[in-house]
């Protein structure tokens, strides 16, 4: 199995919070399906002791399909995971419950995910990952190259 970025993780997270909120605008339909320990990590990201949304939730709450507030959300789990070592077992645990709801065909959603591939990628032509609108121009030796990569099989 290939391995997954911590950022890939946190974009299926955050996907999958998006989308939970979006239909049915409860946070405690989000917490339902994971452990435990990974729910009692997560809470309090965005939860108040007395159980109401933090300021990051309640702005996704209005907004689910909102960029910039999914982007708070990721940061808020990006901080986590910094500042706890033990964080990324939570995190990998949620995102295995979420891997396991697509192997049974339920969609998950990866929101704003860009650049994301976990697997091995099988194409009779050109593959992309990134953006297709962005062009751009390339200069030097070495591998120097920021932003999106296209692969050009032969």
Do not use: C
């Not at 300021?55 to 910039?68: C, M, R, T, W």
């Not at 062009?135 to 099989?153: A, M, P, R, V």
């Amino acid at each position: 199995m290939e391995p997954i970025t911590t950022s890939a993780m946190v974009g299926t997270v955050v996907g999958y919070l998006a989308k939970t909120l979006k239909e049915d605008k409860s946070i405690k339909s989000f917490f339902k399906d994971f452990t435990d320990s990974a729910v009692n990590w997560i809470r309090p990201l965005f939860l108040k002791e007395d159980g109401n949304p933090k300021e990051v939730l309640l702005k996704l709450l209005e907004n689910p399909d909102s960029i910039a507030r999914q982007n708070g959300i990721k940061s808020t789990l990006e901080i986590a995971l910094e500042e706890d070592s033990k964080a990324m077992i939570h995190l990998k645990a949620i995102y295995d419950v979420l891997q396991s709801k697509v192997a049974q065909g339920q969609s998950i959603d990866i929101d704003n995910g860009k650049n994301i591939n976990a697997g091995t990628i099988t194409a009779g032509g050109n593959v992309t990952l990134g953006d297709t609108l962005i062009h751009q121009n390339h200069s030097g030796n070495g591998d120097n190259i920021g932003g999106d990569k296209i692969l050009f099989t032969s």
